[in-house]
Each structure stands twice: as C-alpha cells, then as structure tokens.
C-alpha cells in the first residue's frame, strides 16, 4: 500500500492542476474532497475537472450524487473510505483534493456518529427557520444546544439547521455526538497534508476572471436546468456558489452584471474562510505559497518520498 496526499485550498487556488501533476509523476489516482464537486449537472458552476482533465487519469467521487440529495460529510466519508482502500489495494497513490476542510479533517480525526436524520424532521426545521428566521432559530438553538450555538454564527441558516435537525431527530444535542467520532480513515503516518496557499491578491483576481469564464462556459444552462427542476433552495446543490444569484437573475431581480458581482463577492469572502480554515484546523501542515506548477510539484513529491519511504519499511 502507498500512503495517501491530501492537499487542502481555497477555491482557485490550482488543486485540480497539481493533483494531475502528481498523480502523472507517482502513478496516482484522484478523489474529490470538495462537497460541491460531488453533484452532477454542475460541472462548469462548481469548477469540476473537465472531461479532458479527467482522461489524464482516474478520478474518483466526481459528480456522482443528484442534485436533489442532501449530501453530508458522513455520506461522503463512507465513500471515500471504499475508494481509498480500494486505490491502496491497487498499489497506486490516492490524491485528495478540495476546498471542504471538514472532509479532510474526517479522513485524519473521524466523524461524530450522528444518526440518519428523517425527511419530515428536515421539512420541519426548515419550516421552522422559513417562518421565524435564522436569527430566532439561532437563539432556540442556545436553548437546546448551547455550545453548538456557540460555535454557529447566527446567520449560518445551513449549520443551525443541521442542528436543529438532529435535536428534532434524537432529542440529543450535536454537541453530545461531537464528542466521539469514528476511527480515521488514515492513521498517522498514512498520509501527507498539504495546503496551497496562494497571495491573496493573485486569488481574488483569479476568482473573478474564472466566473467570467464561467458565465461565458455554460453555467447560466446548468443554473436554468436547476430552476426547471424547482428543487428545495435549502439543498446543498442550490447553494453552489453563484448559484442564488444567477436564480435571482433568472427570476428578473436583479441584473446579469449584479448577479455577477456579487457571485465573485461571496466566492472571494469563501475563500477568505478557507485561509481562516487552513490556519486553525491544519495548521501544522507545510503551506505551498507559490502559485508555479513545477514548484508546487517539487515541494509535495520531496515531502511525499519521506512519507513514502517511512510508510514502506513499516
């Protein structure tokens, strides 16, 4: 078996590029970490390999789930557990790649085991948070829950629904379930983390040109394809980024050029969240500033042949 890199960014940050680089020069295979890279019909909107990248080697957990799922860190974990073992057992080196720290923090510390939560439980919550809003919902939830509301911000509608959910579901507090987890999927000693972790500046640019191209690539289609489906705006594929507001231009309340705008302001501020991100949860893990291809594969292979060579004489 080969130990496995997991390489962590914010979004535009280069992963999909460095992680065919590496998976060409190690004769590695690549899974997706990201939990928007996970739906179909979304490829362009969610920056999903294209399908020449994709035959320059195997990809695995790319756009495999229907819009209309819910799809959650613990789903994707049981997956990426499978395909992971089953990369290793064929000799070839996993190549991890996304911008949804949770998952990467799964596969290394576990999951809190939270029971499947039934749909009338989430079409409760949710009409709950639709009438009272997510503020009141907020403070509900330091009623039932207080260190999770704690943790939440209080206009976090997704996580405090999430919470809301399991209180409804179980009648235990998230924080109860967050105090034991899974085992990890990697042990230490299996695995290399890298985070990319380019000037700001440089990404921020990068995060407007590629929505320009976006827009210019087909998004607007997969966003219509979305509206004729009339699904839940709650769902996590509703919320991709860009996605509310090219709906809301869709439904003429706002401009082409608004909606734009602001789709590149929440991208920008997701990314600010993912430096945030890397410099609490990871934050022993080597940074990679430079934005150059064959500098980047210079640093994570040298690293990687330590942890190869160590793993090997176990």
Known sequence: MRPAILIHGPTASGKTQISLDLAKRLDGEIVNADSMQVYRGLRVLTARPTDEEVSLAPHHLFGYRDPSEAGSAG??????????????????????????????????????????????????VRALVQKEGVVAAHDRLKDIDPKTADRIEPNDRQ????????????????????????????????????????????????????????????????????????????????????????????????S????????????????KRQFTWISHQFPHWPRIPSTEPDVRLKVIHALFKEIDAAFSNR
């Open 75 to 124: 789903a994707w974990l049981s997956d990426a557990r499978e395909t992971i073992r089953g990369i290793q057992r064929r000799g070839k080196v996993p190549i991890i790649i996304g911008g949804t720290g949770l998952h990467h923090l799964a596969l290394i510390q576990g999951l809190s085991e939270i029971p499947p939560i039934p749909e009338d439980c989430r079409s409760d």
């Open 159 to 254: 996580r405090i629904m999430r919470a809301l959910e399991v209180w409804t579901a179980t009648g235990k507090p998230l924080s109860t379930y967050h105090e034991t987890r899974t085992p990890p999927v990697l042990d230490t000693g299996e695995w290399l983390g890298v985070a990319l972790t380019p000037p700001r500046h440089r990404l921020y640019a990068r995060i407007d040109r590629r929505f320009a191209s976006m827009l210019m690539e087909g998004a607007m289609d997969e966003v219509r394809a979305m509206a004729e489906r009339n699904l839940d705006p709650s769902l996590p594929a509703m919320k991709a980024h860009g996605m509310p507001w090219l709906l809301a231009y869709l439904r003429g309340e706002m």
């Open 256 to 271: 082409s050029d608004l909606a734009a705008e602001y789709a590149k302001r929440d991208t920008r501020r997701y990314a």
